[in-house]
């Protein structure tokens, strides 16, 4: 079947512009997850939605950051006033089941802010 | 603090030269160890979940196993496909759902 897919597959923008980056999960996958990998570095945990609540947000680096879920489909991860250190691969996960389940990934979003 | 660990960073076996990855780990109140795969350009692959000490779980040259304190990635008799990032991740701990992710293995198998 489809798995996770994210779009767009790379995007540039420039320092101060605000970008929307979107998951699709697989159907009927009820957990969603965001993740960020900068270069050399290992995954860091962003947010995770049960459904379309988010009973942890403990990841999001700072305000700038927000994302929302469509119950328990699309999922939109958006950066405000981008800054370059925003500059990243954003990754999307699904799960049939909340943590500790195992996480589906998406090929992720490349993010370069000049 | 909640954290993970892997060892070596990188590995080059010769095919056919079986090898161990390593991951330790240390979170109050594992609920789960996980490794991926991760290609180049491309979001991690699950491999295994292990849930408690001295579980294994097996699948083609990969069996994965787990103690109190670490994981190990044995692959037996490697082909030059098997050439990847592997990532470990752990969840637990008391009031988070956070998953936590090593830095990743990066290996290279030589045909």
């Given amino acids: 079947g489809a798995g996770v897919s994210q779009s767009p597959s790379n995007k540039v923008t420039e320092k101060g512009k605000d970008v ?7 159907s009927g996958h009820t957990a969603l997850y965001w993740y ?3 270069l050399g570095q290992g995954l860091e945990f962003l947010i995770y939605f049960q459904g379309n609540s988010a009973p942890d947000k ?3 680096p700072s305000d700038r950051f927000s994302a929302e879920r469509t119950g ?8 405000q006033r981008t800054q370059q250190e925003d500059s990243a691969v954003y990754l999307c996960a699904s799960s049939p ?7 589906y990934f998406g090929p992720g979003t490349r993010l370069t802010v000049t | 603090e909640d954290q993970v660990t892997q060892s070596p960073e990188a590995l080059r076996l010769q095919e056919g030269e079986s090898s161990s990855l390593n991951c330790s780990y240390t979170v109050s109140g594992l609920r789960g160890l996980f490794w991926y795969r991760q290609d180049p350009g491309k979001g991690p692959e699950f ?6 000490a001295g579980e294994e779980k097996e699948k083609e040259r990969l069996k994965a196993t787990l103690t109190k304190k670490e994981s190990f990635l044995h692959i037996t008799a490697p082909k030059p496909e098997d050439s990847a990032t592997y990532l470990c991740a752990v969840q637990g701990g008391s009031g988070t759902y956070k998953y936590i992710f090593g830095t990743g293995t990066r290996l290279k ?3």
């Fill in chain 1, 36 to 38: 960020r990998q900068r």
């Fill in chain 2, 109 to 111: 198998v030589l045909a």
């Fill in chain 1, 97 to 103: 089941r909340g943590p500790p389940g195992e996480q």
């Fill in chain 1, 20 to 26: 929307e980056l979107r998951c699709d999960p697989i």
């Fill in chain 2, 47 to 52: 491999l295994f979940t292990l849930y408690s």
């Fill in chain 1, 58 to 60: 403990s990841g999001l």
């Fill in chain 1, 72 to 79: 328990e489909s699309v999922s939109t991860l958006t950066i």
